[in-house]
């Protein structure tokens, strides 16, 4: 049997028809550009996170970037980060010219640890951007703790974890701006680039939608120097049409997890994802991690079982930050995670013999 990464196969054929006609609708409107459909889903996507204000953007790496810049942070700044990311975290901080500040991750949530934030803490010190990585809420009343009384700015991540909770409270909903992907393998996935700012600040959502259109709220009238990053109609209206499958979706994700846990327990010389106290965890990406990760990923591979490696190299050790002078060993909890974490197959629709086949191979591998 062979089992891909991803599969959209369950998620996007039941709804074909139901897409395909609010995609005519928007054809047949005319106005394709911050019309109702944004409005429609902005409303629904912020009821959805608990927020008051949720502001359409282009992608999730300018959620990040306009979140900063209406938040004021910029060059002379240092922004905290998670060592343990995908780029794009550090990509925004550096596009409005301040500095990243990494911090390493828990071991074993693989989050940004929430008792490492402190030390990090400088006079430059301006913001802390938590990123729930792989579907697991951080540990955000800790975090905000910190925020609070260092008097920081938080802006949360929140690509890969909607839905998720800390505590009882949903992801994308404790900072003062929050930033999210709809990219299309994201749990709720557009079909083709498309992000978005949650926020409980009105005159922050106010300033994200001048930013996001020329620094214009009205055609023609500019009154800051922004950019051009809207969410489109087209993609808006596939997106109302998900968001109401998300909770199923989520739910079906939770119970493939819940499978590998139970298939993969035991096993000498593999670590399962573990969910810290209080958060909860959508499952993104189900992730494990051995010494003999490179290994395992080509026997599965050979047995017709796809795999990806969530990231292969950390942010301080890509060309793009050797200016920084980082060396190899500067954040070994980012380095090691990046040398032995795999992500398995896990997409709405598997069964629970897809996870069997994808357990038997690697149990059989360390056998």
């Not at 394709?32 to 359409?56: D, I, K, P, W």
């Not at 940004?112 to 006079?123: F, G, L, Q």
């Not at 003062?176 to 393998?185: I, K, L």
Request: glycine share 8%.
């Amino acid at each position: 049997m062979n089992i891909p990464f991803l599969s959209f196969d369950e998620q996007h054929n039941p709804l074909r028809e139901e897409i395909l006609s609010v995609i005519t609708r928007v054809y047949d409107s005319k106005w394709y550009v911050l019309g109702q459909q944004v409005e429609a889903f902005e409303a629904a996507y912020s009821s959805f996170s608990g927020t008051a204000h949720c502001v359409g953007v282009a992608n999730g790496l300018d959620a990040l970037v306009l979140s900063l810049r209406a938040l004021g942070i910029g060059p002379g700044d240092e922004v905290l980060v998670p060592s343990n990311t995908y780029i794009a975290t550090w990509l925004a901080v550096s596009h409005v010219g301040a500095t990243c500040v990494p911090v390493e991750p828990d071991p074993f949530t693989y989050n940004i640890d929430s008792t490492r934030i402190e030390e990090a803490i400088t006079p430059r010190t301006r913001a802390i951007i938590p990123v729930h990585l792989y579907g697991q809420a951080c540990e955000m009343p800790a975090i905000m703790a910190v925020a609070q009384r260092h008097g920081l700015f938080v802006i949360e991540d929140n690509a890969q974890a909607q839905g998720a909770t800390a505590h009882g409270r949903l992801a994308g909903s404790f900072g003062q701006a929050n930033a999210t992907s709809f990219y299309p393998g994201k749990n709720l996935g557009a079909l083709g680039d498309a992000g978005a700012v949650t926020t409980n600040d009105e005159a922050l959502a106010h300033k994200l939608q001048r930013l996001r259109n020329y620094g214009s709220m009205q055609k023609y009238y500019n009154e800051i120097i922004g950019y051009n990053s809207r969410l489109d109609e087209l993609q808006a209206a596939v997106l109302l049409v998900k968001l109401r499958y998300l909770q199923q979706w989520t739910q079906q994700r939770q119970q493939i997890a819940a499978w590998y846990q139970q298939q993969l327990a035991g096993i000498s010389g593999l670590q399962l994802p573990q969910t810290a106290v209080g958060s909860t965890h959508v499952y993104h990406l189900y992730v494990i991690r051995t010494a003999q990760r490179d290994a395992l990923q080509q026997y599965l591979a050979a047995a017709g079982i796809a795999t990806l490696i969530h990231y292969p190299i950390p942010p301080h050790l890509q060309l793009a930050y050797r200016s920084l002078g980082y060396q190899a060993g500067a954040l070994p909890i980012a380095e090691e995670l990046a040398a032995t974490c795999l992500s398995l197959p896990l997409w709405p629709g598997m069964t629970e013999e897809h996870v069997g086949v994808v357990a038997a191979a690697i149990a059989k591998f360390f056998t």
